[in-house]
C-alpha cells in the first residue's frame, strides 16, 4: 500500500492550500484517514481525522479554518486550509489504516508534503 501526498506549497497569511492523499495498492477497504503535521523541533501532532463514515475531528488549533473529507470510491483524503496563519508552517503527513487482501490490516503513511505560510 503507498499513501500519495500532493498539493502543499507557500501561501500567504490569510490564504488557502488544499492538500490531497491517495492511496493505492493492495486495499480492501479503509478504515480511518487523516493528518498529521510536524514542525520543525517539534513532535508530529494529529491536525484532523475521518473515519470511514465520515466522522471528523480537528486539533483545536485547526477548527473552524481547515476542513478534512474524503472520496472512499478514489481511496483519497483532502485537507482544505483557509485563513492560514504563519503556525501552520509544518511538514504534512496523511495517514491510513488500510484492511489490505493479503496481509491484514496496517497502519501506513505517505511522504509528507511541506507547508510554509508567511506573514
Known amino acids: 500500500v503507498q499513501l500519495q501526498a500532493s498539493g502543499g506549497g507557500s501561501a500567504q497569511a490569510g490564504g488557502s492550500l488544499r492538500l490531497s492523499c491517495a492511496a493505492s495498492?493492495?486495499?480492501?477497504?479503509?478504515?480511518?484517514m487523516g493528518w498529521y503535521r510536524q514542525a520543525p523541533g517539534k513532535q508530529r501532532e494529529l491536525v484532523a481525522g475521518?473515519?470511514?463514515?465520515?466522522?471528523?475531528n480537528y486539533d483545536d488549533s485547526v477548527k473552524g479554518r481547515f476542513t478534512i473529507s474524503r472520496d472512499n470510491a478514489k481511496n483519497t483524503v483532502y485537507l482544505q486550509m483557509d485563513s492560514l496563519k504563519p503556525e501552520d508552517t509544518a511538514v504534512y503527513y496523511c495517514?491510513?489504516?488500510?484492511?489490505?487482501?493479503?496481509?491484514?490490516?496496517?497502519?501506513?503513511w505517505g511522504q509528507g508534503t511541506q507547508v510554509t505560510v508567511s506573514s
Open positions: 475521518i473515519s470511514s463514515g465520515g466522522m471528523t
Open positions: 495517514n491510513a489504516q488500510v484492511r489490505t487482501w493479503l496481509a491484514g490490516t496496517g497502519n501506513f
Open positions: 495498492g493492495s486495499i480492501r477497504s479503509i478504515n480511518a
